[in-house]
């Protein structure tokens, strides 16, 4: 995603639940509550429940099925993220404030057969943190996969953002993004990707700048 707009809280202690409040429903919730001060290394559970700069996230969503592979879907994130003692370096580099605040992010997808589209928005008042900066209130995202194709495991997706600053002084931002996750083996997952962001809001001496990457991913 070219804009950063999730707030993302480190690796250390944490809370998580997992609710399905009806039976035989898709209905579901998910939660989690998170030390994120920063500091691996000296996490302790004493500091986790004597200090305030914690991570809190809601996500309730529903599954509607169709037929088999057709689905619709959707859910709703809440997320506080309170100010971090440790917040990233880079967002001094960046020159963005870090100040607690909420975000909600709204998610749809719809399968049918083997093609899925999704789109998604996000609004986020939380700037900076201690995993990588938030520099972005508003965002939207839209896209579409297709599962298996030449009927190789895996799937093809291509995907567009906006993402607008919390400087309103500096550009929109936009970007696509194209990518293929192949399965070469049954614990082996091989994804090249390709990036394109349109008017980069942190380097205004570029128009266009292209990323291209690989990603593998092993299972043992």
Known sequence: MPGHVNPVAPPGFGIQFDLRPIKNNELYFTGII??????????????????ADHYYG???????????????????????????????????????????????KA?????????????????????????????ADHSVTAGVAFLRPFEI???????????????RSLRDQYGIETYWKILFASDLWVTPNLQLIFNPTYNTTKTVLAVGGIKLRLFF
């Open 58 to 104: 809601l996500e309730i969503g529903y599954f509607w099925k169709r037929a088999p592979n057709d689905f619709d879907h959707l859910h709703v994130n809440v997320v506080y993220a309170a100010e971090a003692e440790q917040p990233s370096p880079i967002a001094a580099v960046l020159q963005v404030g870090t100040t607690p605040g909420w975000l909600v």
């Open 153 to 167: 495991n895996g799937e093809w997706s291509f995907g567009a953002v906006w993402a607008n600053s919390f400087n």
């Open 107 to 135: 998610h749809g997808s719809k399968q049918i057969d083997r093609w899925v589209v999704f789109g998604n928005y996000t609004y986020n008042t939380s700037q900076g943190g201690p995993q990588g900066p938030t520099v």
């Open 34 to 51: 998170h030390d994120q001060n920063g500091q691996p290394d000296v996490y302790s559970w004493n500091e986790f429940f004597t200090k």
